[in-house]
């Protein structure tokens, strides 16, 4: 109630608004989705360059983007999502994807390389800059509860298999024992 949202299906995008994560293919994406009369909000926090470009589509959107800005509360605004979405055109290991994931979400992100790995089969993946694939992607999910339940719980059990916290030590260690046990090579 806190963000004005009725009865919509509620997707979120964190990260901040710059052309390399390209939020303004999302926002197209939703305002498709909802011209075909399904209930979708999509919501945006951060802050960027792209802020106002992305505040004038918002404008323009009938509610359908928001633009929240930066914010602290991000876990408070995941819970009140149905949907993560990144569409990025390249990443590393985004911590706002492994938030929402953990939060049960799935997500719908865009397939640079290495997301695969992390999404698992906790989400979908579409080809960075496409707009009519984030659509589909967004209203296939917005329509289906049973799939987003079913996605949102690989997503967590993904997260805590692969990426909690003694998991990732265990496999840094790992790591800096491997290169320990290589014996060196002579320089010349």
């Known amino acids: 109630s806190e963000l004005g949202i009725d009865a919509q299906v509620v997707a979120v995008s964190v990260g901040v608004l710059e052309p390399p994560k390209d939020p303004m293919s999302v926002a197209r994406a939703a305002i498709s989705v909802a011209e075909s009369g399904v209930p979708i909000v999509v919501m945006f926090v951060g802050d960027g360059r792209l802020r106002r470009e992305l505040e004038a589509v918002a404008d323009r959107s009938d509610g359908v983007v928001r633009v ?5 509360d991000v876990r408070r605004v995941l ?50 800059g496409d707009v009519e694939g ?15 339940a079913e996605l949102g719980e690989r997503a ?21 024992a491997d290169v320990l046990r290589v014996p060196r090579q002579p320089t010349r």
Not at 134 to 148: I, K, S
């Open 134 to 148: 984030f659509a589909r992607a967004l209203g296939g999910l917005a329509t289906d509860q049973g799939e987003r």
């Open 156 to 176: 967590r059990e993904r997260v805590e298999s692969c990426f909690s916290l003694e998991r990732m030590i265990e496999r840094t260690e790992q790591v800096y």
């Open 68 to 72: 929240l800005g930066q914010r602290s």
């Open 79 to 128: 819970v009140a999502a149905d949907i993560f979405v990144l569409s990025s055109r390249h990443e590393g290991l985004p911590y706002a994807l492994l938030e929402a994931m953990s939060a049960g979400l799935p997500s719908v992100v865009s397939g640079y390389p290495g997301a695969a790995e992390v999404v698992g089969a906790g989400g979908i993946l579409v080809t960075p």
